[in-house]
């Protein structure tokens, strides 16, 4: 067996139980943020991870939309060396939000006041810094901090040292619509925190951290559909239709309905009601 060292310089996509260890991660830390949002805003919203890949400083960074407002973000005491960015329009929006209002739009772009950045210090530490602590499962504690704002953040000077950055993407959806924010991280650092995590106390730790994962996962929503039918239309006719047409389904009343667990087909079963509610009974897993 030949031993390579591992080069940062283009590594390698993270291990598959690293990767999912940090996916599963972040998409509990959303589903947390959301519910904290619920307290500090007057609306709701919901947060979800689009992706995350790792590049070198320069295409991270160049790659970032304009105009962004960005914090550095340290790991307990030590220096920060970490970067939380968020586009403009919604620094503005959940800074408007916390404030009493209820945007339904992205509100015009402008500069935030000294009061407006302190806000939205404060609202990245609850929503973004804290989640991701509270929901991290390792032995060794992932205490994330908002130092201080990165004036220019695509000119940063912060992965100076840095081979490859990690990026992180979130989408967070409300009323106003949707808007991306990033967790910038050097590889490394991350690497080797994930790596540690898997360590930990070999005998008892992944255990519980495993129960503990899985038990917030279960509680994770998940979008039950069910297809009444299909029929195919030409665009001319789809035009044409108004209110009181009937369409004919290719679906018999004889044969069950077909149950979608997050858009793949799951089940099969029946139409029903309970009480003043419609219900499906379900018959059987679809082969």
Known sequence: ??????????????????????????????????EKAAKELPFRIEMTLSGVENASPIEVLSALPNPVIGYRVSIGDAPADMLFVW??????????????????????????????LSLCEYLMQSLCAAVLHETWTAGEPLALTVREREPSPRWTRLFVKAEQVLQCTFVLRGPFGEQEWYWLAPYQTLFERLTRAEIVEPSLRPQEAARKLEGVVRELPVEV??????????????????????????????????????????????PGRVGARQSLQIESLRE
């Open 225 to 270: 559909s069910v297809d009444l039918g299909t029929i195919e239309l030409s665009l001319a006719q789809l035009a044409a239709l108004t209110a009181g047409d009937l369409l004919i389904l290719k679906q018999r009343v004889g044969d069950p309905l077909t149950v979608r667990v997050d858009s793949r087909l799951k089940f099969r079963g029946w």
């Open 1 to 34: 067996m030949t031993l390579r060292a591992y080069d940062f310089r283009k590594p390698d996509r993270l291990a598959a139980t690293l990767e999912q260890r940090l996916t599963a991660w972040m998409r509990v830390a959303s589903k947390l943020a959301a």
């Open 87 to 116: 586009t403009r329009p919604l620094a503005l929006t959940l800074v408007n939000a916390a404030m009493g209002e209820t945007p339904t739009e992205l509100p015009e772009d402008r500069e935030l006041t000294e009061v407006e």
